[in-house]
């Protein structure tokens, strides 16, 4: 069976694009409103109608995570060795990816993590996706469930920015909404040999997914 290409692409760009997200409110303190609202929306998404659904279907949702895909794939075509601009969006990405592994096999954490999501998705109509109750939410429901791993993601960036609440909220959230795009990945029949062997017909489709995105 041929892969779809186009719908693993757009799993890996939810992926990239809330590892994205982390790696810039790290170093900023601040993240793009809209990306950062479809991201944790995803995690409300639970039956969605197919992979786009997930993220609002609309591609141009994913513009910020689609972009920072094809870069990072696009370079390790390359092979050269220097620094990416994204290194550390890839570095989390791949933690993600092992750490989804690691709770695909835990159904009593799985089942865990669905009702507490409900709940969440229930605390938004009361107050919004984004807000500060709802992050913290979501963000302890990290803390409670995947920090529990023996393997954690380190995220750097500005001590600053890292020692405040509301951004430590943001990244456990934005982390969750990761692996929420990994498990999409897993469940489209993604693996990580794709991103050895096929990177560029992933780097392709996300790369097409970019250009059909209206510009303004």
Do not use: C
């Amino acid at each position: 069976m041929s892969k779809n290409w186009t719908d693993l692409s757009i799993a890996l760009a939810g992926l990239f694009q809330a590892t994205g997200l982390v790696e810039q409110l790290a170093k900023t303190g601040y993240v793009p409103t809209d990306s950062y609202k479809v991201s944790i929306e995803s995690l409300f998404e639970l039956n969605p109608a197919d992979t786009l659904a997930v993220y609002g279907g609309n591609i141009a949702n994913l513009h910020f995570g689609l972009t920072i895909l094809r870069d990072v794939l696009q370079q390790a075509s390359v092979g050269k060795q220097r620094p990416h601009a994204h290194a550390d969006a890839l570095r989390y990405s791949l933690g993600i990816l092992h750490l989804q592994k690691k709770l695909s096999g835990r159904k009593d954490m799985l089942g865990v993590i669905g009702s507490r999501l409900k709940q969440a998705a229930q605390q938004a109509e009361h107050f919004s996706t984004t807000h500060d109750n709802v992050i913290a939410n979501i963000g302890g429901l990290y803390s409670e469930t995947i920090s529990t791993f023996r393997f954690r993601i380190q995220v750097t960036g500005d001590y600053n920015y890292l020692q405040q609440q509301r951004v430590a909220h943001q990244v456990r959230a934005l982390l969750l909404a990761g692996i929420r795009a990994a498990t999409l990945w897993r469940q489209l029949g993604g693996n990580r040999w794709q991103l050895l062997v096929h990177r560029k017909k992933i780097a392709d489709a996300a790369d097409t997914l970019l250009r059909s995105i209206p510009l303004h």
